[in-house]
């Protein structure tokens, strides 16, 4: 298991403590170096740790930033994803009408079993992912097929081929969002950088705190804890699985409630 997967399958609240603990120890461990320094009458000059801290912090947010809208960029995308996806479905669905009764009446059926596997694997905790997905493209051949078949058929060339093209959008948007929901994630190479700067930082922290001999300081647990927030808001936008940031599947759920319609 990568550092990736690591993250996003913790909680949300277990790995926010596990930053605070972290983060708490480091700088602990920065301050014990610096107060050791200190009995030995070893300083550090003021300005280099001034300034080595400030450039680590800001490289830092810089790097929490940068990452963080990152993820927030694929978060709207995974949501325009639904959007799109259900009126490729709706719009494919419609189109149906202009198909012979054959496999107008076996599409039909296929694409409600079709939005229920999806909202079952949005909505329910427990579902088998794996297997969902499979059913899906096991339902997009069959779905295919039936579109091949109208080859055979005697009916208007132009409405075999804006049916044929409804289809492949839907496919195409379907393989889009498994891609982007179930396999696109921030890189582990990011995740480590930013651990090992927020690393960097609270020891440099700690560091110069006891370089003034002031072994407590209240605003470093709101440093910690903030950082940690950041981390955890990450980490819940990179996530398709965490509740956080859920995508509403509303609009899947007004094309489930089209299907269940008598459409001519």
Request: some cysteine; hydrophobic content about 50%; proline content about 3%.
């Amino acid at each position: 298991m990568n550092i990736t997967s690591f993250i996003n399958f913790m909680p949300s609240w277990m790995l926010f403590i596990l930053i605070i603990i972290v983060g708490m120890l480091i700088a602990e461990a920065g301050a014990y170096i610096a107060g050791k320094r200190l009995q030995k009458g070893e300083k550090e000059p003021d300005t280099p740790v001034n300034s080595a801290l400030g450039a680590m912090l800001a490289l830092l947010g810089f790097m929490l930033g940068f990452t963080f809208s990152i993820t927030a960029n694929r978060f709207a995308e995974r949501r325009e994803l639904v959007i799109r996806q259900a009126n490729a479905i709706g719009t494919c669905y419609l189109r149906t009408s202009m198909i012979p009764e054959r496999q107008k009446s076996e599409v039909r059926k296929l694409f409600r079993e079709y939005v229920d596997n999806l909202l079952q694997i949005q909505k329910t905790e427990n579902v088998n992912v794996p297997k969902s997905i499979s059913r899906m493209n096991d339902i997009h051949l069959l779905i295919w097929n039936q579109t091949a078949s109208l080859a055979k058929e005697d009916m208007d060339s132009e409405l075999r081929s804006l049916f044929t093209s409804s289809v492949n959008e839907v496919i195409d948007i379907a393989s889009e969002r498994e891609t982007i929901a179930l396999l696109v994630r921030i890189p582990s190479i990011l995740w480590i950088s930013l651990i090992a700067l927020f690393i960097m930082s609270m020891f440099l922290v700690g560091y110069q705190i006891a370089s003034f001999d002031i072994r407590r300081i209240y605003s470093l647990p709101l440093l910690i804890g903030a950082v940690a927030m950041v981390l955890v808001l990450i980490a819940e936008m990179d996530s398709s699985e965490k509740k956080g940031f859920r995508i509403s599947q509303k609009p899947l759920e007004n094309v489930r409630e089209m299907l269940q319609t008598n459409i001519p």
